[in-house]
């Protein structure tokens, strides 16, 4: 359920930033910025609202729950509350990050995903950004309220990969990060970190 009466914070935030503030009258806040390519957006850090990030422009790497999550244009991450996590820029970014108070239950599952980014939510989100803290403050808060409802069933996308310690693993993952659109098939990755393909699939599977 939305409260009636919601306060747009997007801009307006402590130094934390919107992601430490538990206000479930502010369900949704958000945040924009650019940054360089190779920039950390953040070091390692876990906050109590849900995180789904999204870059208008440029490819993002979330590093969580034990693998590297990519997030072109076409696609979001969706970080679940206090779940540690590192943002990178893969290149130059231009990001709208949203965020989610806890007392909004039952959004998705409890685990990191790759979201794929529907016209309907980049317009949502595009929309909420340039309303701006000044907007009108209903539309803000029905708004809000779709952009909960349309994130709920936002399509998952396999746009994660492993970040294991052997070095051929290590390997195959560098690569597929540096080219994120390449159509290598399982044996010629194998080739490639010099092992078996059955070897890889493990590595993978662990």
Same mark, same amino acid.
């Not at 790497?61 to 693998?67: M, N, Y």
């Not at 195959?172 to 078996?196: H, K």
């Given at each position: 359920?939305?409260?009636?009466?919601?306060? &747009?914070?997007? &801009?307006?935030?402590?130094?934390?930033?919107?992601?430490?503030?538990?206000?479930?009258?502010?369900?949704?806040?958000?945040?924009?910025?650019?940054?360089?390519?190779?920039?950390?957006?953040?070091?390692?850090?876990?906050?109590?609202?849900?995180?789904?990030?999204?870059?208008?422009?440029?490819?993002?790497?979330?590093?969580?729950?034990?693998?590297?999550?990519?997030?072109?244009?076409?696609?979001?991450?969706? =970080?679940?509350?206090?779940?540690?996590?590192?943002?990178?820029?893969?290149?130059?970014?231009?990001?709208?990050? =949203?965020?989610?108070?806890?007392?909004?239950?039952?959004? *998705?599952?409890?685990?990191?995903?790759?979201?794929?980014?529907?016209?309907?939510?980049?317009?949502?989100?595009?929309?909420? *950004?340039?309303?701006?803290?000044?907007?009108?403050?209903?539309?803000?808060?029905?708004?809000?309220?779709?952009?909960?409802?349309?994130?709920?069933?936002?399509?998952?996308?396999?746009?994660?990969?492993?970040?294991?310690?052997?070095?051929?693993? @290590?390997?195959?993952?560098? *690569?597929?990060? #540096?080219?994120?659109?390449?159509?290598?098939?399982?044996?010629?990755?194998?080739? &490639?970190?010099?092992?078996?393909?059955?070897?890889? #699939?493990?590595?993978?599977? @662990?």
């Amino acid at each position: 359920m939305m409260p009636n009466d919601i306060e &747009f914070a997007s &801009f307006i935030v402590p130094e934390d930033g919107p992601g430490w503030i538990i206000d479930s009258a502010r369900p949704v806040m958000a945040k924009a910025q650019r940054w360089r390519a190779g920039e950390i957006g953040r070091a390692p850090h876990a906050h109590p609202r849900g995180q789904l990030l999204w870059a208008e422009e440029g490819i993002l790497r979330v590093h969580s729950c034990g693998a590297h999550w990519l997030a072109p244009t076409s696609h979001a991450v969706w =970080i679940p509350g206090n779940i540690t996590h590192e943002v990178v820029m893969e290149t130059d970014v231009s990001a709208c990050f =949203i965020y989610i108070d806890p007392s909004v239950t039952n959004l *998705r599952g409890l685990h990191c995903e790759v979201l794929y980014m529907t016209p309907l939510m980049r317009q949502l989100l595009l929309r909420f *950004r340039a309303l701006g803290p000044t907007g009108n403050r209903e539309r803000l808060s029905r708004l809000s309220g779709v952009i909960i409802d349309e994130l709920a069933v936002l399509p998952t996308a396999p746009l994660s990969l492993p970040a294991g310690s052997d070095p051929r693993l @290590a390997r195959v993952t560098n *690569r597929l990060l #540096e080219r994120p659109d390449d159509r290598a098939n399982l044996e010629e990755l194998a080739r &490639f970190a010099g092992a078996g393909a059955r070897t890889l #699939e493990r590595l993978v599977q @662990a």
